[in-house]
């Protein structure tokens, strides 16, 4: 049963999947979900984690959406890409306007969903390893590496995943991925706040975008929106296991816009 969501223009909804909560027999309803190319995709993954995940993934956005469009099938919507791999739905045809954007990590999936604007979200898994200083070195500002590198070692890899998920979340909003250079805009926690500046090269309007995030756990979540109408915008969490359970939770957020 596919339980109505009903989505305002000025509500952002963030869906959060724990792929532990899933149980294994929804896997082969998950699969019976598939496009032939998402089939594909799926048996080329070497490892059973890995196609695990990739069809929670999968199924996570379908049923989403599902929850959307009370008249449409999680197995009935059709996906495209554009130029830089962003998805994004070519049939059915909405009445209901819908820009999503979801993004995964060991352990979980995130999925953001509102009426009207560009929208991103990125999730990371805080308890992987990364060579966090050499990777900001290489794509971060001259400003966010100053700032990293003057906090306490302890505080570095916590600092660099705050940076890489809101500058995923904004590169995603933009729907150009990694072709928009991670050093040509820049992250400022000055407060507590998020605060975006540009490089001269990337023309954007900081005013028109907010953002927000969030701890859980062992996660970091950012969503970026660029609409002119970001400032009345209300966040609407939930968790979700596709074709399973549905429950609202309150996150404390971690930093926004202000």
Known sequence: MVVMALLADNEIHLWLIDDAQVDTSLLEIYRSFLSPEEMLRCERFRFDKDKRQFLITRAAIRTTLSHYRNDTLPSQWQFDRNEYGRPYVVSPPSAVPLEFNLSHTNGMIAIAVCARGDIGVDVENTTRECRALDLA??????????????????KQQERFLDLWTLKEAYIKACGMGLAIPLGSFSFDFAADAIAITFAEERVDDSSRWGFWQWAVSDYRIAVGLKSEQWRSMELVVRTLVPMGAISPIELGLLRSVR
């Open 137 to 154: 070195a290489r794509y971060f500002s001259f400003s966010e590496v100053e700032n990293l590198l003057a906090l306490p070692e302890s």
